[in-house]
């Protein structure tokens, strides 16, 4: 039986970036050394690394007055080293979610936090939208996809503060104007790759400000962004060993959405597409509702739940769903129900499949 893989993270990623990782698992770019037992002192794979920030750059247009990080530990790594590099004395956070509040917590062990807005009384089921941010803020912090809940904030907003933006779950599904922010994260294992890198586009003029922090100064090496923003291509993102298989499968997996897909526009359409496939028959089918606010709903996590008097077939329709191939469409504990991942590698394929399993649901019950 075929699977369709549905999961929210890790998740699917493009069968080309697998093949191709595979065959460099063998044999790496010729060498007749495989990827895991090359040195990242080698020349291919100081290569593979100036081509992998090359290929962000092309993809979202990213300035030149930023820089492009792997780092490891995950976006929860983020969550305290934007703090630490640059919270002087107050953050404004923007909490539309679990990873949101966690960032938040993070933010609290070096300065004063103002959680500008917060959707928890609706378990985060929209975008709060009337907040303000304070102007004598070091950051806002914001939350632009919440991938469990099925929210998204689909426009990059003007910020009279620098904005900081975790993008873990939705990086690369839309063209985004990187201007309008001074640090932009996420782990890789949502869009781009698998566990174990962590992205980082930083305006560089942000690194200057680093040390004028009251807390912690000096920082310990590896929290500071200036260990791995060097001026020496070489040397960038490379202060220790950098997770090299991780970051070679990000390498083929946008080398695929720029050269088979054509890009963050081309995928961004195919997106909106196979969303509104999978929304159209939540809206649609009588034995479901979806739960995230309408003019909020992500195009990367669809959650719904059974509607009102059907909960008892809940069971049977994850049984259902299962038997037809559908992979990882529980929903998150805190909604209930389920959740469809669509992320940039799932196809339209996929979507249909899990469509037409809801609709064969519905008949079954008429
Ligand atoms: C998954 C996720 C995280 C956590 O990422 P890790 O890399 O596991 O630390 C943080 N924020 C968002 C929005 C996520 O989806």
Known sequence: MKAYNFNAGPCVLPKEAIESTIEAIRNFDGTGIGLLEISHRTAGWERIMAETRQLWRDLLNIPDEYEVLFLAGGASTQFFMVPANILAKKAAYLQTGVWAKKAAKEAKLFGEVDVVASSEDKIYSYIPKNYTIP?????????????????????????????????????????????????????????????????????????????????????????????????????????????????????????????????????????????QLLYNEIDRNSLFVGTAAKEDRSIMNHCWVMAPGKEDLQDEFMAFAKARGMVGIKGHRSVGGFRASLYNACPVEAVEALVKCMQEFEELHK
């Open 135 to 275: 102007a004598d803020a070091d950051y806002f912090h914001i939350t632009t996809n919440n991938t469990i809940y099925g929210t998204e904030i689909k426009y990059d907003m003007d910020c009279p503060v620098n904005l900081v933006a975790d993008m873990s779950s939705d990086i690369l599904s839309r063209p985004v104007d990187v201007k309008k922010y001074a640090i932009i994260y996420g782990g890789a294992q949502k869009n781009v790759g698998p566990a174990g890198v962590t992205f980082v586009i930083i305006r560089k003029d942000i690194l200057g400000k680093i040390g004028s922090r009251q807390y912690m100064n000096p920082l310990p090496t590896m929290v500071d962004y200036r260990t791995h923003a060097v001026d020496d291509p070489k040397n960038i993102s490379m202060f220790n060993t950098p997770p090299v298989s991780a970051i070679f499968v990000m390498h083929e997996t946008l080398k695929w959405l720029k050269d088979t897909i054509g890009g963050v526009e081309k995928i961004h359409e195919i997106n909106v597409k196979k969303s």
